[in-house]
Nanobody
Framework: QVQLVESGGGLVQAGGSLRLSCAAS????????MAWFRQAPGKEREFVAA???????YYADSVKGRSTISRDNAKNPVYLQMNSLKPEDTAVYYC?????????????????????WGQGTQVTVSS
């Protein structure tokens, strides 16, 4: 059983930065993908960014150029550096992990591909 723990959320003014962290424990996929999703009140959960076991990265258009997903070593932890934050970035951010099967945005951005999820960390951007 894989456990994911997010940290680093908080309140920040528009234009500021935050770095989210996701620590994984308890299991492993030989070829995996770790991702960040977010969910704002009253909205669907949406893909933010992902990084694969071999270092490939994917970004949603809404955060591309403002965010960077990275990791310290082979798997743990995974970071999401977010810059130039906007009020519309306000959401609960979730870390997820799954088995990496298909190298395409339509596949990696689908929440159903991920088997394990963290509890989420709140990011609030004030205007």
């Amino acid at each position: 059983q894989v456990q994911l723990v997010e940290s680093g959320g908080g309140l920040v003014q528009a234009g500021g930065s935050l770095r989210l962290s996701c620590a994984a424990s308890g299991g492993a996929f030989s070829t995996y993908i770790m991702a960040w999703f977010r969910q704002a009140p009253g909205k669907e959960r949406e893909f933010v960014a992902a990084i694969t076991w071999n270092g490939d990265t994917y970004y949603a258009d809404s955060v591309k150029g403002r965010s960077t997903i990275s990791r310290d070593n082979a798997k743990n932890p995974v970071y999401l550096q977010m810059n130039s934050l906007k009020p519309e970035d306000t959401a609960v951010y979730y870390c997820a992990v799954g088995r990496y099967v298909y190298a395409a945005m339509w596949w990696v951005s689908d929440a159903k591909r991920y088997d394990y999820w963290g509890q989420g960390t709140q990011v609030t951007v004030s205007s």
